[in-house]
């Protein structure tokens, strides 16, 4: 974790990125919106609880973070190619190690799809939003050299997404559906096409050429790595992917245990 030491004053990081306490307690931030999404839709969905999940509030709150996660996805590809980078000889292709971590990623996505289509048939996750970072992970390496570039190619594709969100295109066959063209009469409650998302994804490998340049702080921050609530939320971005696969199932057995909710 790179910390600036007690007993100096902030400064910027001058030793190469192995993890940023910032990051990792924004990405635990990110994780706790989610947790807390999650358990307002199954009292909603299973519970017969009056909560609008989909409209208003919740909506913007479930929006904003995935703009968060996503946001952070692109940053810290730009953090890991660069640390992978100091410690890869010259010359060696980096994008195996992305592809790996891609597909992992979209492998835990297919396990999202099989559940959702055990417990919500109706409305089965194909393109959730580990689907989507899995690809964007893969589909990002050539964008990661491109710097300042990455600012209108991010905003061109929020752009772009947008304009078909609002056009409501739909097609007669899902094999667009990743793009962003989902077939007719489409319903889940978890979809993140690459038009507009990938363009969050390119906005953080953006603004982490602003702020770690190289893969170091580029501005003073003080040290509250040690803080107790930054080190839960350290502990729970440094897990975000186990959390995510993982707190569904607790949340909903909990429910089920306490009464609060019904499955079949």
């Known amino acids: 974790m790179t910390n ?13 990125f ?10 635990g931030v990110a994780i706790l919106m ?3 999404y999650h358990l307002l839709f199954d009292l909603s969905a ?25 946001s952070l996805a692109g940053l810290s590809l730009t953090l890991s190619f660069a640390l992978a980078r100091g410690r890869t000889a010259p010359g060696v292709s980096l994008f195996p190690k992305f592809l790996r971590r891609g597909l992992g990623v979209f492998g835990c996505g297919l396990l999202v799809t099989a559940g959702t289509w055990l417990l919500y048939p109706d409305e089965v996750v194909t393109f959730g939003i580990l689907h989507f970072i899995g690809a964007g992970i893969v589909l990002a390496y050539p964008f990661l050299r491109l710097g300042w570039w990455n ?55 953006w603004l982490c050429g602003r702020l770690y340049a190289g893969g170091r ?12 609530p930054v080190r839960l939320l350290d502990f729970l971005g440094r897990h975000s992917l186990l959390i995510y696969l993982i707190h569904q199932p607790i949340l909903m057995g909990g429910l089920v245990l306490l009464g609060i909710i019904w499955l079949g």
Not at 18 to 27: F, I, K, P, S, T
Not at 217 to 228: N, Q
């Open 4 to 16: 600036s030491p007690p007993s100096q004053s902030p400064q910027p990081s001058t030793r190469a």
């Open 151 to 205: 600012l209108p190619l991010g905003l061109g594709c929020l752009a772009a997404g947008l304009a078909l969100q609002s056009q409501n295109v739909a097609l007669p066959f899902p094999w667009l559906l990743w793009v962003g063209l989902p077939p007719v009469r489409y319903a889940t409650f978890d979809y993140f096409p690459l038009l507009p998302w990938f363009g969050l994804i390119l906005l953080g490998i």
């Open 34 to 36: 989610m947790v807390l």
């Open 217 to 228: 702080r580029a501005f003073p921050l003080p040290d509250l790595g040690g803080a107790p």
């Open 46 to 70: 299973l519970g017969g609880f009056p909560i609008d999940v989909y409209t208003g509030f919740w909506r913007l709150w479930a929006r904003a973070t995935a703009t968060l996660f996503i």
């Open 18 to 27: 192995d993890r940023l306490w910032e990051v990792d307690a924004l990405r």
